[in-house]
């Protein structure tokens, strides 16, 4: 269970994320979807106490994740796969995360076997291919055994057979009662993955439920806008009954309102449009591409 | 290369869990881990391979000079009052650049890759890691003194023996040197792992130790103010000159007292730690 309340982080005067309030149920696999930018990986720094909120709190399992008794086993991320020392071996890497929680060698082992990694236990990690490196990040965040799995883009740079072998294993993970959060930026990767969806969008949500509620919502009646200041004119559309789904930074696809709607809000707010067009259900299609 | 790219035979997600009763972070596991660390980098054993060469390489030389000291009739009679062990240990402060680096690549190795990250999601308390962190360099800085003693020891035998300088294993002078060499590195190990957990980046860390250790009390010693001299004195390289002669030299320049240099060097390791471990719980990893 992850909860979020208010969360908002700036860079200097970059705002990141932007108030995120939002719960990740246990015993699913919820998927994180936005563009590049958008404010995932911020967001999933945040929920491991590695980034300090500029305000708002995020709580996992009940509490920040910094206050655990033994966070490996609550929480097992992987952030960055490229983030590991290159001079160091697969094995050694996984060693010292194991050591500070008096894990098992031979868990070290087992999670090596599970994600495929034992030819290249012993080997420099500099060497690793993406894929490679993702079964790394896989492996280091299932060492401890954790209740909850963050994992950020993990299929990224994963052969056919490696994205299939994360799908079945998040939704054995999620079916075992986990808690399963991973993002990606492609709609058609997480449609096949997640149950349950939180679209980002320029650091604001825009979207929550469940895969296909997103998807119908997007497909009927969708409004595409573009905007520079797309994010201001999400915020400002929010409402009961609308969806935003933002597929780049300058681009949001509303449901549930009307392109007059849309116009009139960007016009009260000020806000330039490049293109405000209503879109038929065959939006559906390009969405999930 | 082609066994990392080849497609390993997939296993179906197994659970074997590790039992929960003890998996939790501990200092002891922490220490652990570090140990893990720094032993499995190839940069740790350069670090300290180079530290014992330039020791003893240096003590070589300063060794092999003893004779163009005693054919000057002015400094022969300094050569009286030298310590043997003063001639091993004259290549110390190059050995601190040496473990400087070392100290700060223990941190800035992690914030440069990354593995900070995976570091503090593991002890999300943070202080600990950089605790574990000062313990290992402290052995290590120990372990490469005492190797480096005991090389030195044995390549300046032959030429020391000749001016009857070889020090006496049974001579306290020799122990008080060896011991002020052993402090003021652990001294300038500790002080770079404190500047780079503040800084996060070797270039400008090792600079830093660079321009304090070496570099500050050269260029100022040229600057023949009083209070220029005061200030280069508190300098971590003239701070442990006392502690690294048997007394007989300590009356040439501005020198502090054995007492204070302890004091000084002391300072050196521990506020710029206690500085970083402050800020390292505020900023983001
Ligand atoms: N440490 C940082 N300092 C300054 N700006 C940052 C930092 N981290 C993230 N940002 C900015 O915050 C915004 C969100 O970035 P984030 O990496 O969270 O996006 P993302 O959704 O993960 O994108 P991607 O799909 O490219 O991984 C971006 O505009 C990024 O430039
Ligand atoms: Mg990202």
């Known amino acids: ?220 009646g969708a409004v595409r806008v573009r905007s520079p200041r797309a994010d201001e004119l999400a915020a400002a559309l929010t409402a009961d009954g609308v969806t935003i789904t933002s597929p780049d930074a300058s681009m949001l696809e509303v449901s549930g309102t009307t392109a007059e709607h849309v116009g009139q809000v960007a016009f009260r707010n000020g806000l330039p449009l490049y293109e405000l067009s209503p879109r038929g259900a065959s939006s559906k299609r390009r969405t999930c591409s | 290369m082609s066994t990392l790219t080849d497609n390993p035979p997939m296993t179906a997600h197994a659970t074997n869990p590790p039992a929960a009763a003890q998996v939790h972070p501990t200092f002891p596991g922490i220490l652990r881990g570090e140990w893990i660390k720094v032993l499995s980098l190839r940069s740790t054993w350069w670090a300290l391979a180079s530290t014992a060469a330039v020791i003893t390489l240096v003590a070589l030389a300063s060794a092999m000079s003893l004779s163009a000291t005693t054919d000057d009739p002015a400094l022969a009679q300094g050569i009286e009052q030298m310590h043997g062990a003063e001639v091993i240990a004259g290549g110390f402060h190059f050995g601190m650049l040496t473990i400087a680096v070392l100290g700060a690549l223990l941190i800035t190795g992690e914030y440069a890759t990354g593995t900070i990250r995976s570091t503090f999601a593991a002890v999300p308390s943070r202080t600990p890691v950089l605790g574990a962190k000062a313990l290992v360099l402290i052995v290590l800085t120990a372990a490469v003194t005492l190797v480096s003693a005991t090389l030195s020891y044995l390549v300046t035998m032959l030429q020391l023996s000749q001016y009857d300088l070889v020090p006496a294993l049974d001579d306290p002078g020799t122990w008080r040197v ?89 300072a050196y390791a521990v506020v710029p730690l206690a500085a970083a471990a402050i800020t390292l719980h505020r900023r983001d990893a």
């Open chain 2, 178 to 266: 060896l011991g002020g060499t052993l402090y003021s590195l652990i001294a300038a190990a500790l002080f770079s792992l404190g500047i780079a957990t503040l800084l996060r980046s070797t270039a400008a860390s090792v600079t830093v130790a660079l321009t304090v250790l070496l570099l500050l009390p050269g260029t100022l010693s040229f600057i023949r103010l009083d209070w220029v001299e005061t200030i280069v004195s508190y300098l971590p390289l003239p701070a442990s000159s006392a502690l690294l002669t048997t007394g007989a030299a300590e009356t040439q320049g501005v020198y502090l007292s054995t007492q204070a240099s302890l004091i000084v060097l002391a």
């Open chain 1, 1 to 220: 269970m992850i909860e979020a309340h208010e969360l908002t982080k700036r860079y200097g005067d970059k705002t990141a994320v932007h108030t995120l309030s939002f719960t990740i149920a246990p015993g699913t696999v919820t998927g994180f979807l936005g563009p590049n930018g958008a404010g995932k990986s911020t967001t999933m720094r945040l929920i491991m106490g590695l980034d300090r909120p500029t305000s708002g709190t995020v709580l996992v399992n009940g509490k920040p994740y910094g206050q655990h008794r033994s966070p490996l086993r609550e929480v097992g991320a992987l952030l960055d796969a490229k983030a590991v020392h290159p001079g160091r071996s697969a094995r050694s890497h996984l060693r010292t995360m194991a050591a500070t929680h008096h894990i098992k060698a031979s868990r070290v082992s087992e999670v090596i076997e599970m994600t495929g990694l034992a030819g290249a236990a012993t080997k420099r990690v500099g060497g690793f291919s993406l894929g490679m490196s993702q079964r790394l990040g896989i492996a280091a965040a299932l060492l401890g055994d954790p209740r909850t799995l963050i994992l950020d883009e993990p299929v990224n740079g994963l052969d056919p057979e490696g994205v299939q072998w994360v799908r079945q294993l998040v939704r054995d993970l999620a079916a075992e009662g986990r808690t399963v959060f991973l993002s990606s930026h492609l709609m058609s990767e997480m449609s096949q993955t997640a149950d349950q969806l939180l679209v980002i969008g320029r650091g604001h949500i825009i979207a929550t439920g469940s895969v296909q509620q997103v998807i119908d919502s997007v497909a009927s």
